[in-house]
């Protein structure tokens, strides 16, 4: 067993958020009307991909009636077909689909994880849950030997990983980094890269904030650097 099962198996068993754990599973036992046949997953969703991937994504949450249904990040939900999309296109997919976690999806040279394995009421996670996660974050991301870029899906992915650099003792500049859409990060001693980018939920695609050239732009980046880095 590698080091990504043992991990994933540690974050699917996790009931430390006094709130999550009974928030997944009810929404597990409730469901959405439109998919009341389905068999809810309503744990943490494990991470997922290629452990040598070179571009690494991270998301917000797991979305309640999407992630949390499906048991797959960006799995059933708006923002997964805008994700898997973009991912196709730029070559780091082998297709765009995002309905099941059973699709035959297969990432390519990437990797996708998020600052929460569990969704929270309204999207919003409180500061402790996104503490409680970090420890399974952290060991990730330190694990991700082959990573060359990160890509931070929405300004609290931004932020967390920068936090969890810091963590990690790495001296960050100063002023910090700040939160762009598409804005290019470099650290030096052969840490990632990071870029930014709007998550693309509906609150950015439906009111254009985040139209598909300036997300195809970021993967299309991210493709460039890795060849650039080596």
């Not at 006094?18 to 997953?41: A, N, T």
């Not at 929405?154 to 790495?170: E, H, M, P, S, T």
């Amino acid at each position: 067993m590698d080091w990504q099962e043992k991990l994933n198996q540690r974050i699917v068993r996790c009931r430390l958020c006094p709130r999550l754990v009974p928030y997944r599973e009810r929404i597990g036992r409730e469901k959405k009307r439109e998919f009341r046949d389905w068999d809810y997953w309503a744990k943490p969703l494990p991470s997922f991909g290629n452990p040598s991937a070179r571009v690494v994504i991270i998301g917000l949450a797991p979305a309640a009636h999407g992630g949390n249904r499906t048991g797959r990040f960006f799995t059933g939900d708006s923002s997964g077909r805008w994700l898997f999309r973009a991912l196709h296109k730029a070559g780091f997919a082998s297709q765009p689909t995002w309905q099941r976690r059973d699709d035959g999806m297969k990432l390519i040279d990437a990797y996708i994880t998020a600052v929460l394995h569990c969704a929270p009421p309204e999207n919003k996670p409180l500061p402790e849950e996104i503490e409680y996660c970090s420890g399974y974050f952290d060991e990730e991301m330190a694990r991700l030997k082959k990573a060359r870029v990160v890509i931070a899906l929405g300004k609290i992915a931004f932020d967390n990983y920068l936090k969890g650099l810091r963590r990690r003792g790495v001296a960050l500049p100063k002023p910090l980094p700040r939160f762009a859409h598409n804005a290019l990060h470099q650290f030096g001693d052969g840490l990632p890269a990071l870029i930014a980018s709007y998550h693309p939920s509906r609150q950015n695609t439906n009111t254009g904030k985040l139209t598909e050239v300036m997300f195809d732009a970021v993967f299309a980046r991210a493709r460039r650097l890795i060849f650039e880095i080596g």
